[in-house]
């Protein structure tokens, strides 16, 4: 089973940082995604940015120039450096793994795995 634990949230003014790290423990064959995930109070969860293990990112269009999404030294860690916060960016956030067993990576089976975080939440003050 694999567990997600994030790290990094708090309170923060607007125009200022922080920056969220998420380690995947336990046992899997392929990593294939990993990611932060957003959720604000009467919203939709939506992706902030995600990281291939192609070493692709992709960010929504609210983030760019102002999130990075990298990963970190320690297998299947990843960190989310947020700058020039502003209050929209209040919410909870959570991190997500998308990976496969073998039987699924050499497409003997259908489907993937995917498993979150219990998010962590982070407030913007104006």
């Known amino acids: 089973q694999v567990q997600l634990v994030e790290s990094g949230g708090g309170l923060v003014q607007a125009g200022g940082s922080l920056r969220l790290s998420c380690t995947a423990s336990?046992?899997?064959?392929?990593?294939?995604?990993m990611g932060w995930y957003r959720q604000a109070p009467g919203k939709q969860r939506e992706l902030v940015a995600s990281f291939t293990s192609d070493g692709s990112t992709n960010y929504a269009d609210s983030v760019k120039g102002r999130f990075t999404i990298s990963k970190g030294n320690a297998k299947n860690t990843v960190h989310l450096q947020k700058n020039d916060l502003k209050p929209d960016d209040t919410a909870v956030y959570y991190c997500n793994l998308e990976g496969s067993t073998a039987a699924q990576a050499m497409g003997v089976e259908d489907g993937s795995l995917e498993y979150w975080g219990k998010g962590t939440l982070v407030t913007v003050s104006s």
């Open positions: 336990g046992s899997i064959f392929s990593v294939n995604v």
